[in-house]
């Protein structure tokens, strides 16, 4: 039986926030939704601040590589910072 390949969650910290004071906050960390298309462009797609994932310039990120345990314990952290849709 063949393993499912789990693509790991990758996090970047915004460094610029300039014209999305709201919808971003400098030097916090963001979850990135992987999109091959964007990255074509120059950009980089983040769960924001709306909750909601957007494409902003890939200058405005530091992508991190981080390790699988920390992975885990910040992938905890964003799902529970979810806004409740009910």
Known sequence: MAK???RA???AVCLDNT???VSLE????YEV???AEAGKHGLIRVID???EDYGYSAERFFVLDVPHTLEKA???IS???QPNTR
């Not at 400098?26 to 960390?29: F, I, P, W």
């Open 74 to 76: 910040l992938k905890g």
């Open 49 to 51: 601040e709306s909750g």
């Open 4 to 6: 499912k390949s789990k």
């Open 19 to 21: 014209g999305y004071p």
């Open 79 to 81: 799902a529970s910072r």
């Open 33 to 35: 939704i992987p999109d």
């Open 26 to 29: 400098a030097g916090k960390l």
């Open 9 to 11: 969650t990758v996090f």
